[in-house]
């Protein structure tokens, strides 16, 4: 049998509802390697990361997850990883795992929408779920995963869509890598894309911003004021902005890192558009296009990069891979 650890970080499937709401439950983690079933798919050793809610998850907590998950992964006694985490940034902790963890071993993320106590709670069928994949040998090689709803998906393109139903978890423009159908984990296809950074540190200090119509660009400009090093900066369709917004970019770019996406949720951001403002007009002002990572995906990767060099034309390299021919050597 196979030897996978499970890494409990909290999140909902560790919760329970009381008078005050749905809140983390302390033995809401060591409850997770207890679910009827596990023990017939592999050997599980159970390591407790954190109990807490997604949304209080840091870069230093996910720098230092990864360290730990690449210790677990060099074992050779372990075969694979499944890590529990809340839905709400599990995106971000996963995709942070996948850039990081230099492994060929299936890593899985997975998590619940309805905690412990609720009506139909989907923790433990996703946890047996995500463990036959861990298990899987057509899993090797796949990169970080995330498994809800008995979809596969690449931590990459994930995102979750939905703030209530069980079937949140999308890869819009990808579709899910494959299925966990019964006791069969079946891929249809691989992520091609995928990313290792070796660094020895990130930058945190990488924030996100958001334009909107009539933008001025003052909150750009403040931003760069409180001292980050990147902003990921979130512009319309192509990677467009309001022409104040190029002014302010023009302002702060010999301080700060900026790279473009877009709020569509498919699709790639280029420099197509040339007037002031437009994807091409920013590219001359220094901007660095994120290409078809999502805003937050973007943030997770600028500060991992920013780790690894602080050299401008590297870090484009990074992010407009197919600029570089669709390799990258840095
Ligand atoms: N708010 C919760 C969290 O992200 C939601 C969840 O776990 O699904 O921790």
């Known amino acids: 049998m196979k030897r996978v650890v499970i890494i409990t970080t909290g999140g909902t499937i560790a919760m329970t509802k009381t008078h005050n709401g749905v809140v983390p439950f302390s033995g809401g983690n060591s409850l997770i390697t207890q679910i009827p079933g596990l023990e017939n798919v592999a050997e599980i050793d159970h390591v407790e990361f954190s109990n807490v809610p ?101 931590a990459r393109e994930v995102t979750k869509t939905y703030t ?58 403040k931003v760069v004021d409180m001292g980050y090093k990147g902003i990921v900066l979130e512009g319309f369709g192509r990677g467009n902005v309001p022409p104040k917004v190029a002014d302010a970019v023009s302002d702060v770019i010999d301080k700060v890192v900026v790279v473009l996406t877009s709020r569509c949720f498919k699709g790639r951001v280029l420099d197509v558009y040339g007037y002031k403002g437009g994807g091409a007009d920013l590219v001359k002002r220094g901007v660095i296009l994120g290409q078809e990572v999502s805003s937050q995906k973007a943030r997770i990767k600028l500060m991992v990069v920013l780790g690894k060099t602080e050299d401008r034309d590297k870090i484009r390299k990074y992010f407009e891979t197919s600029r570089a021919g669709g390799e990258i050597s840095i």
């Not at 730990?68 to 902790?93: A, F, R, S, W």
Request: proline share 4%; net charge negative; glycine share 6%.
């Open 54 to 154: 997604s949304p209080y998850m840091t870069p230093d907590m996910m720098w230092k997850l990864s360290r730990m998950v690449q210790d677990i992964v060099n074992d050779k006694e372990v075969d694979g990883v499944v890590i529990t985490h809340g839905t709400d940034t599990l995106e971000e902790t996963s995709y942070f795992l996948d850039l990081t963890v230099n492994t060929e071993k299936p890593i899985v993320l997975t998590a619940a929408m309805r905690n412990i106590n609720e009506l139909g709670t989907d923790g433990p069928r996703n946890v047996l779920s995500s463990l036959r994949v861990a298990v899987s040998d057509s899993a090797f090689g796949m990169g970080v995963m995330v498994c809800l709803n008995d979809e596969i998906h690449a």
């Open 164 to 221: 209530s139903n069980v079937a949140t978890f999308e890869s819009p423009g990808y579709g899910p890598l494959g299925i966990v159908d019964e006791d069969a984990v079946v891929f249809f296809r691989k992520p091609l894309l995928r990313m290792n950074i070796d660094t020895d540190r990130i930058e945190s200090r990488v924030a996100l911003v958001k334009t909107f119509t009539g933008d001025n660009g003052d909150i750009l400009r």
